[in-house]
């Protein structure tokens, strides 16, 4: 897969602007109410029917994954534990989205352009 696939695709921060996929990005703390910090991914300029099109919606989410749980420039064994056991979380808590979106997209592919939602645990 090259750069230019990515280069289209946004992480929306909670509470943050829009970043390209490329882009350097620090997940945002819990809000006022709570909520866990999230991400979401968009997948509405990738043809999911096409193997191309899946791998490339699996690699935003896993950098989305990356980006909501490994806090840069700490090192320790715990926080590569918990970054670990974050992303395992967040790429479980996303399978059944990719999935159903995939389902959707052969079904009615203008009724699937949307977006998949991660949530740090």
Do not use: H, W
């Given at each position: 897969?090259?750069?230019?696939?990515?280069?289209?695709?946004?992480?929306?921060?909670?509470?943050?602007?829009?970043?390209?996929?490329?882009?350097?990005?620090?997940?945002?703390?819990?809000?006022?109410?709570?909520?866990?910090?999230t991400i979401t991914v968009s997948y509405s300029d990738l043809n999911?029917?096409?193997?191309?099109?899946?791998?490339?919606?699996?690699?935003?989410?896993?950098?989305?994954?990356?980006?909501?749980?490994?806090?840069?420039?700490?090192?320790?064994?715990?926080?590569?534990?918990?970054?670990?056991k974050c992303v395992g979380d967040a790429l479980a808590g996303a399978?059944?989205?990719?999935?159903?979106?995939?389902?959707?997209?052969?079904?009615?592919?203008?009724?699937?352009?949307?977006?998949?939602?991660?949530?740090?645990?």
């Amino acid at each position: 897969m090259t750069r230019k696939m990515f280069a289209g695709a946004a992480l929306i921060l909670s509470g943050l602007t829009a970043l390209p996929a490329g882009a350097a990005a620090q997940p945002s703390g819990a809000n006022p109410q709570g909520d866990p910090p999230t991400i979401t991914v968009s997948y509405s300029d990738l043809n999911l029917a096409t193997p191309a099109g899946r791998d490339a919606l699996d690699g935003r989410v896993r950098r989305a994954a990356e980006t909501l749980c490994v806090e840069q420039g700490v090192k320790s064994l715990q926080s590569e534990a918990f970054a670990r056991k974050c992303v395992g979380d967040a790429l479980a808590g996303a399978g059944g989205q990719i999935r159903q979106a995939v389902a959707d997209f052969s079904t009615d592919r203008y009724a699937s352009r949307g977006s998949i939602q991660l949530a740090r645990k």
